[in-house]
């Protein structure tokens, strides 16, 4: 972390210029190498360069993930609390930062300042930490999330609640920290704007309706709170009068038992909904949902029962579940518009059923693509700054009301999404971009459902297709190409033409139930545009077929579910593949094959691009056979927490390590791990 040019001789004018042209990463770099550097970095770079700070803390190490403005990430590792190297990780490319002395806390509060970021987006606690870590809490300005897992420690959650509960927006337990009533109530009573608490009941603090009227936060999920219907009646009849909390906006609980609407809505003056039936259940469940409606003057409370029954066999016996309930609360006026409820049910019989315990049964507001006011009447100077305070959604929906306001999006909208994935369904193509949802059914959709934020919305097509809104999307967004695209299902349009303008697909995910026309054609015709293909089955019919793709120019190639037996798979197809990563999931070889491999990748007489290989062993590792002749030394444990540190493929952590050289100087890593009884052995080129 230096730099061969004399920076800090320049005069400040100067430095100031040299600063706006440096790269985010450069800056931080810069900004670590003195007391000096820190304060020019923090005062003269003006430039935010973060869109999001995240925090993990581990047992042995804590991580922070720094997502630059490019959406490029940054990943750093500090494994104790003064250690003489960092870890950083970015653009694929493990690195080392030297350490000048710093502590933990210094770097992240140097980073925090030098980038900008006012707060945290999350805080993830997961383990026992040493207590050099408290420390690294009084320098966080604000956290976004705050998530609490299983394995943190009393003592460390009690300290981030204690500390950072004041400047923290929504807090997730799934274990909550406290030893007594006296604890919990102080913290329950704090003002806390968001609070979940999952996989607790909270019966050792007694909890019940007092506490719940006691809590001052605007939303509150008790994952496995039980509560009885009478009580439910109670809470809705306080909020009616206005003497319970006044700032929520949202509950969810789960009742004690089957739903009585009479005693649930006595005294309310409840307004029965129209039932709504979610499309996603299966045939053999039915559900009674329940929409209720009461008003005070100016607010407006919305509430979904579910009860959900599920037949195992074809009897007139039924199993009850449990039941969740949700309530919402928005402006009166608004009702009609934004009425979104959410409702999850948690089987006590079926567990085979999981797939439908949540659902989502929205009430559809239908909002046609149209702006109130005349934009394309501003000149384009003055339009300019209004397209670039615009949020992603109204810019897309903007581009897609006329060609003109297409080319006036495409050219003036400067944001980029961090990713777009497309999931290919039997009916509808699903895109993902960030927090934004469209669902296209079909090849000229009528219209477009379209989820954002949890709300739910139709815009109605003015005669595109699905071609032309995912090709005007990628070019809005400045993307270009799909982060993901996954093959799921026979559908019944054609998702080939559809995705014919996309420039390049970065990973295509062909499922098991994708039919094998459509597999086989998707990789013919995308291939050469897709860097990586994971292939839950080979859809290939012949071993001719399967030469042709497997010695094409994929990057990255992983095959879940297929041993290929079936294309007589052997060594020297192994060594004829192009692929830079290449993972055999369920391709068994014999230890005398891969010291045959690894032998011909030493005198660089196979694939020369191969940086990763993923095999199946065909039994128990026998090392004196494996590594014969390639005079592989053991891993120390220093070099194997390095390597499990900076390894860009994610395993399981292996249980032994050897490191080969090339005749040219290269190093490889081998490492073995078992899961499920299953050993696999791994390849790596490291430097």
Request: glycine share 2%.
């Amino acid at each position: 972390m230096a730099t061969p040019f004399p920076l800090l001789r320049l005069p400040r004018l100067a430095l100031i210029d040299v600063f706006q042209h440096m790269k985010h990463i450069e800056v931080i770099a810069f900004s670590l190498l003195s007391e000096r550097t820190y304060n020019l970095s923090k005062y003269l770079y003006k430039t935010r360069s973060s869109r999001y700070i995240a925090l993990r803390i581990e047992d042995n190490y804590l991580t922070m993930r720094v997502t630059l403005p490019d959406w490029s990430p940054l990943t750093l590792y500090f494994h104790t609390n003064v250690s003489k190297t960092v870890e950083v990780f970015y653009q694929h490319k493990p690195v080392q930062w030297k350490n000048v002395g710093l502590s933990t806390k210094q770097w992240i509060e140097r980073i925090f300042n030098v980038s900008k970021c006012p707060s945290l987006s999350k805080l993830t606690l997961n383990g026992a930490p040493g207590d050099n870590v408290f420390s690294v809490l009084d320098v966080i300005p604000k956290v976004t999330k705050l998530k609490i897992w299983v394995n943190c420690s009393n003592t460390l959650a009690k300290r981030a609640v204690e500390v950072l509960a004041p400047v923290t927006s929504s807090i997730r337990f799934f274990k909550v920290p406290f030893s007594n009533r006296e604890e919990f109530l102080k913290f329950w009573m704090s003002n806390v704007d968001c609070l979940s608490i999952y996989n607790d009941h909270l019966s050792r603090f007694q909890f019940n309706l007092n506490d719940l009227l006691a809590s001052n936060a605007v939303k509150l999920e008790l994952d496995e709170v039980p509560l009885s219907l009478r009580d439910l009646n109670r809470f809705f009849f306080n909020w009616m009068n206005k003497t319970s909390n006044h700032m929520l906006k949202n509950l969810s609980l789960k009742s004690l038992e089957e739903i009585n609407r009479d005693i649930l809505v006595e005294g309310l003056d409840a307004t029965h909904f129209k039932i709504l039936f979610s499309p996603d259940l299966d045939t053999s469940a039915f559900e009674i949902k329940l929409l209720l409606h009461v008003s005070i003057p100016l607010f407006s409370l919305c509430f979904q029962l579910v009860l959900q029954q599920r037949r195992r066999t074809p009897t007139v016996h039924t199993h009850p579940c449990i039941v969740f309930l949700e309530m919402f609360v928005f402006p009166e006026r608004h009702f009609s518009r934004v009425a979104v409820v959410r409702c999850g049910l948690s089987s006590t019989i079926d567990s085979s059923s999981s797939s439908h315990h949540h659902s989502f049964v929205p009430t559809l507001s239908t909002t046609e693509m149209t702006t109130p006011f005349p934009f394309l009447r501003l000149p384009r100077l003055a339009l300019i700054p209004v397209l670039q305070h615009m949020e992603l959604i109204e810019v897309i929906a903007f581009s897609l009301i006329s060609k003109r306001a297409f080319n006036h999006s495409k050219c003036f909208y400067k944001v980029s999404p961090g990713s777009i994935e497309l999931l290919v369904g039997p009916y509808a193509i699903e895109t993902r971009i960030d927090d934004l949802t469209m669902l296209f059914y079909g090849n000229v959709p009528e219209w477009v459902e379209i989820l954002h934020h949890d709300k739910l919305m139709r815009w109605i097509n003015a005669g595109l297709s699905t071609k032309q809104w995912i090709q005007r999307i990628l070019a809005v967004t400045k993307c270009p190409s799909l982060d993901k695209v996954i093959l799921n299902e026979k559908p019944k349009y054609d998702v080939l033409s559809v995705l014919d303008g996309v420039s390049k697909i970065f990973n295509l995910h062909i499922k098991p139930k994708c039919c094998n026309a459509l597999a086989k054609r998707a990789v013919e015709v995308l291939s050469p545009v897709t860097s990586s293909i994971t292939l839950f089955r080979v859809p290939l019919s012949n071993q001719e077929e399967f030469l042709r793709f497997w010695m094409g120019n994929v990057e990255c190639l992983c095959i879940r579910y297929d041993d290929l037996s079936r294309f007589q798979f052997n060594l020297n197809d192994l060594l004829a593949s192009n692929a830079v990563k290449l993972e055999l999931r369920k391709v068994p070889m014999s230890l005398r094959d891969l010291n045959r491999f690894f032998s011909c990748w030493l005198h660089r007489t196979s694939n020369h691009r191969l940086e990763h290989l993923s095999v199946q062993s065909l039994k128990n590792i026998n090392e004196d056979v494996l590594l014969k002749g390639l005079n592989a030394t053991r891993f120390t444990e220093q070099q194997a927490i390095h390597f499990q540190s900076i390894r860009v493929v994610c395993h399981p952590e292996f249980t032994r390590g050897f490191e080969v050289r090339r005749i040219d100087g290269k190093l490889a890593a081998i490492t073995f791990y078992t899961t499920f009884g299953t050993t696999y052995i791994n390849f790596d080129v490291w430097s």
